[in-house]
């Protein structure tokens, strides 16, 4: 689960770059612009037209920003040498495959959070993340048509640790997506080999599409459940007691997914399961080892509870000593901190949305949004979905490449 405290902490050890360069940019028409010393009240016509020269830079410096990303774009489709001039600018920033229409996305945050018309307040990491999200919803329903949304479960959907239910209001979108012919994915770190155990997570969406009569059998089966981050799929099946039924991994796996042998799953289990045994005995952790065919992870005792700080120390101990191990260079694995527990799984969601899109019969990474709780670096499962790594908590991204 992402609090504002993990947030915080998340950014000390590896800050999402870009968000943070262009605050850094809005930085100096704040400072150069902002009236401290004006009370509201004596002089508001003044504040008025500050307000109104101040969003105009800012949607200057947005639009500028805009067209980097676009010429970012550009240097990787025509396959320039050397680097764009945003990657010169910001070293970290990863592959684009939409455009994002920052300057009308700003002007759009702006009317709703009054962000120009701050004069103590910069523009923050939240006002930037939300004015990135909207630009990536406004680029692709302007440039491209989307055929697939992926979501995450937990903090996404429902609430942590809770399941779907028949009350939850993002069940009627959900089924309008559906009715509007676009695929729907549920990628969640949930690591079930039984579809009766994504039932009873998923059961108001799976009885609600169960239910609706005005569906077609095939936007129905425009519905799956890939679990594990990327190793167990499901699909929607109108007859199955639990309204799903598994799908052969012949019919979804990416041919890279071939090479990872049972022997090194194992291995790469057994080094993530002695260093979180090493942290239950460092740290005192009131935990127990869960093991499971493709993860491992440790969940507290009953009545107890880990602290934040013994969680993201466990996720950055594991993450480094299978990193640092032989098999840990041969498999792709994700650990993160689920808010009450630490796993670590093989693969990790980038592997799991592109296996969806590889069920679908090859849908472009343009056309395919996921939408997820968990977008920064540290321990957030959601992040090796976004390989723009413009996010953060609630975050909507199409960069799909890590």
């Known amino acids: 689960m992402t609090t504002r405290y993990r947030v915080e902490y998340a950014l000390k050890l590896v800050t999402?770059?870009?968000?943070?360069?262009?605050?850094?940019?809005?930085?100096?028409?704040?400072?150069?612009?902002?009236?401290?010393?004006v009370v509201f009240h004596e002089e508001s016509l003044k504040l008025a037209a500050v307000a109104t020269a101040t969003q105009k830079r800012y949607a200057e410096i947005m639009r500028d920003v805009e067209l980097l990303i676009n010429d970012h774009i550009d240097h990787h489709e025509s396959n320039r040498p050397g680097k764009s001039k945003l990657k010169l600018l910001v070293p970290a920033v990863g592959q684009f495959f939409t455009p994002l229409l920052l300057e009308d996305a700003f002007i759009y945050q702006d009317q709703r959070r009054q962000i120009s018309r701050r004069r103590f307040v910069a523009p923050s990491f939240n006002d930037i993340r939300l004015t990135l999200n909207t630009a990536q919803l406004m680029g692709l329903v302007r440039s491209s048509e989307i055929r697939l949304i992926t979501f995450d479960g937990d903090v996404t959907l429902y609430e942590d640790g809770?399941?779907?239910?028949?009350?939850?209001?993002?069940?009627?979108?959900?089924?309008?997506?559906?009715?509007?012919?676009?695929?729907?994915?549920?990628?969640?770190?949930?690591?079930?080999?039984?579809?009766?155990?994504?039932?009873?997570?998923?059961?108001?969406?799976l009885d609600a599409v169960w239910h609706d009569g005005t569906l077609t059998a095939e936007q129905k089966n425009g519905l799956i459940v890939m679990g594990g981050?990327?190793?167990?799929?499901?699909?929607?099946?109108?007859?199955?007691?639990?309204?799903?039924?598994?799908?052969?991994r012949s019919e979804w796996m990416l041919d890279e997914m071939y090479t990872w042998n049972d022997d090194d799953?194992?291995?790469?289990?057994?080094?993530?399961?002695?260093?979180?045994?090493?942290?239950?005995?460092?740290?005192?952790?009131?935990?127990?080892?869960?093991?499971?065919e493709r993860a491992v992870g440790i969940y507290p005792l009953k009545g107890q509870k880990m602290h934040r700080e013994q969680l993201e120390e466990t996720v950055l101990v594991a993450q480094s000593m299978v990193e640092r191990s032989e098999v840990g260079k041969k498999l792709p694995f994700c650990a993160f901190n689920g808010g009450n527990d630490v796993f670590i799984d093989i693969g990790d969601k980038s592997w799991g949305v592109r296996a969806c899109q590889r069920y679908f019969g090859g849908i472009g990474r343009s056309m395919t949004l996921h939408v997820g709780d968990q977008f920064l670096s540290a321990g957030a499962n959601d992040f090796k979905a976004d390989g723009g790594r413009i996010s953060g908590q609630n975050g909507m991204h199409n960069s799909l490449d890590s």
Request: net charge positive; charged share 20%; with cysteine.
């Open 162 to 205: 809770c399941c779907l239910v028949e009350e939850n209001p993002v069940i009627p979108r959900l089924l309008r997506l559906l009715q509007l012919g676009k695929k729907v994915g549920i990628v969640t770190a949930a690591g079930y080999t039984k579809p009766h155990h994504y039932y009873v997570r998923l059961k108001g969406l």
């Open 16 to 37: 999402s770059w870009l968000i943070e360069w262009i605050k850094g940019l809005l930085a100096v028409p704040f400072v150069l612009h902002s009236q401290p010393t």
């Open 229 to 248: 981050e990327s190793n167990f799929l499901f699909r929607y099946d109108q007859s199955a007691p639990n309204r799903l039924s598994s799908v052969p």
């Open 265 to 292: 799953i194992t291995n790469l289990l057994d080094v993530a399961e002695a260093s979180l045994r090493e942290c239950m005995s460092n740290l005192n952790l009131p935990a127990t080892v869960l093991r499971k």
